[in-house]
């Protein structure tokens, strides 16, 4: 619960690592977000102190891998973007409807929505080719891309899609900007769906085929 690429605190000492290590750990999740860590075409006011968190989160990496352990970036992106965010002013096109509580969901129909993906993935593996990878919710513990956590989709753009056209129109984006600079990294994407119930399609409990 703290802003670990901030500060100057080394939260893997050696001798915990060589523990994990034998305890047969090969991988840890570092939180971001990629509003924290990247600055892109459309997002100039973006990553303020991305120098100082990419460099914490370079050294982080780099420790760990000596212990056979790889550092994810573990997110929940995209984010939906807050109603008063001056970027929807410029590329509007990348708000979907609104959330309810003063955010709009981030509709990935668009080409801009897509670079921006792109290069916040991309500046970010860029700066620490080290990383394993990414670990993303992508649907289910906030809000993030149209198509929302009870599958229903109230965007004009992308209400006449399928639910996993969306996702891979995100996903996708997310994964060149990683895979062109890191081809070994993985990319887990993890749908966080604790009621289960609320997609049924036919039998009980189980979930809708486009889950899959
Ligand atoms: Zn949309």
Known sequence: MRDELMDNVDYYPDQYLNRLAHEGVNGLWLTVEFRDLAKTSYTPDAGK??????????QTAEKCLRYGIRTYIFCIEPRAWDASNPVLKNYPEMAGAST???????????????????????????????????????????????????????CPRCSHKAPWEIL????????????DVAPEAELISWLYMPQPQRFVTGDSYSLADWVY
């Open 49 to 58: 102190n991305s120098e100082k968190r990419l460099a914490k989160l370079k």
């Open 100 to 154: 309810g509580d003063g955010h709009y969901y981030f509709c990935p129909d668009s080409e801009t929505s897509r670079k921006y993906l792109y290069e916040s993935v991309n500046s970010i593996f860029k700066a620490v080719p080290e990383l394993g990878g990414m670990i993303n919710i992508s649907l289910g513990e906030r809000a993030t891309i149209c198509l929302t956590e009870d599958g229903q989709i109230s």
């Open 168 to 179: 891979n129109e995100s996903l996708s984006a997310m994964e060149q900007g990683m895979h």
